[in-house]
């Protein structure tokens, strides 16, 4: 009966020992780390997006020659928080039509708000996915510096 209890509790450990460590949630969407650059485990911003604005501006800098104007576009995302200690409440997406290479998320826990940056040429796609998904906002920082921010859906079914 001894023998059969230490079997057991030794089969018990073994399991915990190979279990792997569990990743942040979401990591199911994050494309293959193909040039390691993911390094330690990361701290974790993850939210459901459950409203959205679209905000239009238009400004004129006049203390300025010649006098820029400027009309910026930017979608503003509120939602809950889904992972553990979560600050993030609010993401910002501007968008780029000129630019040949993309500003790095910056997250602000302070206020808890994530600015991204996408191509003017995702408005749409964007849009599209608000309007007709579950979509989350994800991002990790990582302790050597490096970062990702998505936009993603859950899984769907193909129709």
């Known amino acids: 009966m001894r023998l059969i209890v230490a079997a057991i509790a030794l089969l018990t450990c073994l399991t915990l020992v190979a279990a792997p460590a569990p990743g942040p949630l979401h990591e199911q969407f994050l494309p293959p780390d ?20 679209v905000v239009m501006g238009n400004q004129r800098l006049s203390n300025q020659q010649p006098i820029p104007v400027t009309a910026p576009m930017l979608l503003r995302l509120k939602g809950k928080a889904l ?24 997250f602000d826990a302070a206020s ?38 998505d936009l993603h859906t859950g899984s769907v079914r193909a129709r």
């Open 112 to 149: 808890g708000t994530l600015a991204l940056t996408y191509p003017l040429s995702q408005y749409r796609i964007l849009l599209d996915l608000l309007r007709n998904d579950t979509v989350y906002v994800q991002f990790l920082s990582y302790s050597n510096g490096h970062v990702w921010a």
């Open 83 to 106: 992972s553990k200690d979560a600050k993030l409440a609010e993401v910002l997406i501007t968008f780029d039509g000129e630019s040949k290479s993309l500003k790095r998320p910056a």
């Open 34 to 53: 193909e040039q390691a650059l993911r390094v330690g485990d990361p701290q974790q911003q993850l939210l459901q997006v459950t409203s959205y604005s």
